[in-house]
Nanobody, 118 residues
């Protein structure tokens, strides 16, 4: 299993942007699919975006399509989530997760708080 550490969260006004990073260690990064999930206070954790182990395939939740972009840099063992046109409803703790090739997500970071003010 890889170990994951998120960074880049913070407080931003509605309409602003943030870029989250998730650095991985302890595994062969290029073999892992990566995902971003979020959990708002009092709500269930939800899927945000994912990128395949090859980087050739990405997916987005409908709520973030056209605003968020996921990418990976295998040379840096890092996955990114560029978040533009942020809305107050994007406020949540954001987690990255990894899965070997296309298996189940089984390794999670500690999360990073994103707060969008109106």
């Amino acid at each position: 299993q890889v170990q994951l550490v998120e960074s880049g969260g913070g407080l931003v006004q509605a309409g602003g942007s943030l870029r989250l990073s998730c650095a991985a260690s302890g595994g062969t990064f290029s073999r892992y699919g990566l995902g971003w999930f979020r959990q708002a206070a009092g709500k269930e954790r939800e899927f945000v975006s994912s990128i395949s182990w090859s980087g050739s395939s990405t997916r987005y939740a409908d709520s973030v399509k056209g605003r968020f972009t996921i990418s990976r840099d295998n040379a840096k063992n890092t996955v990114y989530l560029q978040m533009n046109s942020l809305k107050p409803e994007d406020t949540a703790v954001y987690y990255c997760a990894s899965r070997l090739f296309s298996g189940q997500y089984n390794s999670w970071g500690q999360g990073t708080q994103v707060t969008v003010s109106s």
